[in-house]
């Protein structure tokens, strides 16, 4: 309904300026988050504070005729303030694969790219349906367990219903929390090491902070009884690499 009206707009999550410069919004942005590091093009536009406590007086001060964010960000004390201003806020979900595919189309319609939006979401399926078959076709003995860890204190794990979920059963692995009916579930180290993981993925906050990689994280050396840990097969990786957005399909990849 907003059409190609949309002129200024702010952005409140990183994935969700990744879309919109693939959809040739870059001139239009007039307010980002500070945890945006890609694209490189991002780091002239003006910073809102983080996406969990943005500075509202500074969005409404860049006069934005549309804020976009998510529903895990979205609060009544950050909605509200914005409605007052008249301010137009549009709150999108990328939980899933399904939902960015959907996220990508309306924002498409939000900023009269319909045509951008459909070709980004087709190329985004072809090349994870490409890279999911060129895995599969691998003659593995038995698809290795992978476990995805968001937090470490306490163990925060991604279920088969998230998008890093799904991104394991693409790339061959077997998620052994797959089947929770929540999207993040805390759980406890015995969980964990009864699943008996092949690998784990550890894309806690810790793991982010430095350059750290393979094997290098002093924090498993208690865990050998996990076989992950005890082959050296814990990998620390930046969430920022592995946002729901055009990326994608390079993650999976790796």
Request: no cysteine.
């Amino acid at each position: 309904a907003l059409g190609w009206a949309v002129q200024r707009i702010v952005s409140l999550k990183p994935n969700l300026t990744e879309i919109l410069f693939v959809l040739g919004q870059a001139r239009n942005l007039v307010g980002d988050v500070v945890q945006t590091r890609y694209p490189p093009a991002a780091a002239s536009i003006a910073k809102v504070g983080g996406y969990a406590t943005p500075d509202i007086e500074k969005i409404i001060a860049l006069r934005p005729t549309l804020v976009v964010t998510l529903q895990e960000a979205s609060t009544p004390k950050m909605l509200e303030p914005l409605a007052r201003a008249g301010i137009k806020v549009e709150v999108y979900k990328t939980d899933s694969l399904a939902d960015l595919y959907r996220t990508i189309a309306l924002l498409g319609q939000a900023v009269g790219e319909v045509k951008t939006a459909q070709a980004l979401v087709r190329s985004l399926k072809y090349d994870i349906e490409r890279i999911s078959r060129k895995v599969q076709a691998r003659d593995l003995f038995r698809r290795p367990r992978v476990v995805v860890l968001v937090q470490k204190r306490p163990f925060i794990v991604a279920s088969g219903r998230t998008f890093l979920g799904e991104l394991v059963e693409r790339g061959g692995g077997e998620n052994p929390f797959a089947a929770s009916r929540l999207l993040y579930p805390t759980v406890g180290m015995e969980l964990i090491a009864e699943a008996q993981p092949d690998i784990i993925l550890d894309f806690s906050m810790e793991a982010g902070q430095g350059k750290r990689r393979k094997g290098e994280d002093p924090f498993w050396r208690d865990y050998k009884m996990v076989p992950a840990v005890e082959h050296h097969h814990v990998y620390s990786l930046f969430l920022e690499d592995f946002l729901a957005g055009p990326r994608l399909p390079e993650a999976l990849q790796k």
